[in-house]
């Protein structure tokens, strides 16, 4: 507040006194030095809860507000920050974001992304392990495990169990070898060891062969078994349906 803004709120006798070389004079022009550090902080406010204008010490508190303060490590004031300031600038701006799909596996791969710096992490959900995730992290990430632990704790579902990995050479499949030159390749005629194959299940017992020219070979099963009658007889003997009778007629001893 300005020196003048001071006085007028003076009453009237203060104001007439408050003249250049006056003791009130010079405690004004101290009030108004003493104003103006508060006052620049006033007049620029919104820049404290701007993630990329904050001033860097705020940029912890404001990470707490967007509930990603687990991204740090320890909860004193004083610490170091786990990630760089810019990093943390990034959870925050998109701290609403992560909020909406929080417990997805979107959710938990975009803050993993955007609080290592790293892309390539792969969530698995095992067959054989109901309500389990493997998260297996990219080499370049190799440094943050205990961070990236951290986020995946809070990030999962409630009742979902989760382990950390790190993704290796091990976890790339090798490609199937080559099939050596003197190993005959498995086809219709052989199996898996060269030896002759089975023959099939309709040729066991007797001989494969052609048959007579007067006699056609016996035609194929039907792939589909015929359809089971439905209805009132199934199960016991059919009854035939009863028979219609004609309407009765006029009777013999009554005229027509």
Do not use: C, N
């Not at 986020?151 to 790190?166: D, H, Q, R, S, W």
């Amino acid at each position: 507040m300005r020196r003048a803004a001071i006085e007028r709120l003076l009453p009237a006798a203060y104001q007439r006194a408050s003249v250049p070389g006056s003791v009130l004079f010079a405690l004004l022009e101290v009030m108004e030095a003493l104003h103006a550090p508060d006052e620049a902080v006033l007049a620029d406010v919104d820049a404290l809860f701007a993630p990329y204008r904050a001033p860097d010490g705020f940029v912890g508190y404001l990470t707490r507000w967007v509930a990603m303060d687990h991204v740090l490590a320890s909860p004193r004031p004083d610490a170091p920050p786990a990630l760089p300031v810019g990093r943390l600038r990034d959870l925050v701006a998109h701290g609403a974001h992560l909020a909406r799909w929080r417990g997805t596996p979107y959710g938990m791969r975009s803050a993993l992304e955007l609080a290592t710096g790293v892309t390539g992490f792969v969530l698995d959900e095992p067959v054989d392990r109901p309500f389990h995730l493997v998260v297996r992290v990219p080499p370049a990430a190799a440094g943050s495990l205990a961070l990236i632990s951290r986020i995946v704790a809070a990030e999962k579902p409630a009742a979902v169990t989760a382990e950390v990995v790190l993704l290796g050479d091990a976890d790339s499949a090798d490609p199937p070898a080559d099939p050596s030159p003197d190993q005959p390749a498995p086809g219709p005629a052989t199996g898996q060891h060269g030896h002759a194959a089975d023959p099939p299940a309709g040729a066991v017992g007797r001989h494969p062969v052609d048959p007579e020219p007067d006699h056609p070979a016996d035609p194929d099963p039907p792939v589909d078994p015929p359809p089971l009658p439905t209805g009132p007889a199934v199960g016991r003997a059919a009854v035939p349906p009863p028979r219609t009778l004609p309407p009765p007629g006029p009777s013999a001893e009554e005229p027509s």
